[in-house]
């Protein structure tokens, strides 16, 4: 029979763009956030974390927003480049103790 | 630090046999995780150990898998015997309570 995959949703940008990836939590007692970048035949890389505590942090080209009220979290990418291009996932700790599960996954495609 | 190390990379193995993966996770990280990804079904958490102890193996599919972390600087991953749906990238990931998750590069099952 036809196998159906994990229907990743697509993010296209122009290379120097800005990029802007979500995902939405289910879990309104998670309390810490990653984002990871996994490319091509590679592990998920960490990118940035956040815990519940703040609603904005920044790291280097990256910056995450949390909101808690709407249990949603986004990454923003500024000046996308083409070794961005990767899966980005998002993961939260769910299920008590350090057990961190993540979402589906967003595929980013950057275009020179 | 050489991060978290998984091997084999490549595994292919016939139906019916055992398979073990290996990983040595960051040294002085006190929890070691093992996922799976599929194109079905995204990265699963399969177990998660705190301090070489299991703590959680609800996300193990069936009986055929089992993990072992004798010490704090190794666990295997057990595949007996294999079917052809075992075939998927299953990585490896240690931290230190909440923090410095990390990701080994993963290792490539094919189960033919």
């Known amino acids: 029979g036809e196998s159906v995959g994990l229907h990743l949703p697509t993010l296209s940008v122009q290379e120097g763009d800005n990029s802007i990836i979500n995902c939405a939590y289910s879990n309104s007692a998670s309390d810490y956030f990653i984002w990871y970048k996994q490319e091509s035949g590679k592990g998920p890389q960490f990118i940035i974390d956040i815990r519940s505590n703040m609603d904005k942090r920044q790291g280097q080209r990256v910056t995450v927003l949390l909101n808690k009220t709407v249990k949603h979290l986004s990454l923003q990418i500024a000046a996308t480049q083409p070794g961005d291009s990767a899966v980005y996932f998002c993961a939260d700790l769910s299920g008590g103790y350090n057990k961190l599960i993540f979402g589906a996954g967003t595929r980013l495609a950057v275009h020179p | ?112």
Not at chain 2, 2 to 20: K, L, W
Request: net charge neutral; proline share 6%; hydrophobic share 35%.
């Open chain 2, 1 to 112: 630090d050489a991060g978290v190390i998984q091997s084999p990379r490549h595994e292919v193995t016939e139906m019916g046999q055992e398979v073990t993966l290996r990983c040595k996770p960051i040294s002085g990280h006190n929890s070691l995780f093992w996922y799976r990804q599929t194109m079905m079904r995204g990265l699963e958490l399969l177990i998660y150990f705190n301090n070489n102890v299991p703590i959680d193996d609800s996300g193990m599919p069936e009986d055929r898998f089992s993990a072992k972390m004798p010490n704090a600087s190794f666990s295997t991953l057990k595949i007996q015997p294999s079917e052809p749906r075992d075939s998927a990238v299953y990585f490896c990931a240690s931290s230190l309570d909440t923090r410095g998750y990390t990701f080994g590069s993963g290792t490539r099952l094919t189960v033919v």
